[in-house]
């Protein structure tokens, strides 16, 4: 029998987020492929893991998705984490999962952090559906199209944004969206987590001089439907004079 692909869902900020089923899953496989081997590293001393590491990003994806393959083939077990939270969620593993299907191998998911859901659930917004999107376009005319996009979307829309292009996306979302309610999660579980709420206009003059750092997840109130109007049915008119 083939090895298996584990899916280890990894800590967003908090080291103390990694579950014990990851912990025990990350001391037995054969190889941890990691998208940055020294960020995994620091994961790895802190609870005294000494599995091998190996990289795997979307710059070597193709060359070293048939070597992970060739290492599963053997009976080896195989677990592929992210820099932080969960595999594939805008981070590397798509090319790799798909092609090991391809293959019948065993892949099996070990939940666990996703800054996404943890936006979501503190964002004080509707959670029963949501549209997640991922990090936004660098160029500014494809932001602005993509949000657009969005613009009659009645789900809680939820994505990623880098510190730097903060300002000029909440400017975007104000000129879109108007006076929705959003949120920002910025550093998750970190010492200096953050949640920011308010529409983009208050967010942008509570603090006129606020410096966005760090990693940032929006949640985005969607477009309220419009209550039906409930037609009041019409009774007809009888002719009396039809029954004398």
Do not use: W
């Amino acid at each position: 029998m083939p090895g298996t692909l584990y899916l280890v869902s990894t800590p967003i900020g908090n080291l103390e987020d990694l579950t014990f089923r990851a912990h025990r899953i990350l001391q037995e496989v054969s190889v941890i492929a990691a998208e940055d081997t020294r960020h995994t590293q620091k994961l790895c001393r802190h609870y005294k893991i000494q599995t091998p590491l190996t990289s795997y990003h979307d710059f070597n994806k193709e060359e070293k998705t048939q070597v992970l393959l060739e290492l599963l083939k053997e009976e080896k077990s195989i677990a592929l984490v992210s820099d932080a939270g969960t595999p594939l969620i805008s981070d590397p593993g798509y090319y790799l999962v798909t092609r090991a299907i391809a293959i019948d191998i065993a892949i099996v998911p070990v939940p666990g952090p996703s800054s996404v859901i943890a936006a979501l659930s503190v964002a004080g917004l509707p959670t029963d559906a949501f549209t997640f999107i991922g990090f936004l376009p660098k160029k500014s005319v494809a932001r602005t199209r993509l949000l657009q996009s969005l613009q009659e979307d009645s789900k809680t829309i939820i994505l990623f944004e880098t510190p730097h292009r903060m300002e000029a996306t909440l400017l975007t979302i104000k000129e879109i969206f108007g006076d929705r309610r959003i949120a920002i999660g910025r550093e998750l579980t970190k010492a200096h987590e953050e949640i920011i709420r308010g529409t983009a206009q208050e967010i942008l003059l509570s603090k006129p001089s606020r410096v966005f750092k760090g990693e940032m997840t929006l949640v985005i109130q969607g477009k309220e439907k419009r209550k039906k109007r409930m037609r009041q049915e019409q009774k007809p008119e009888v002719n009396h004079r039809l029954f004398e």
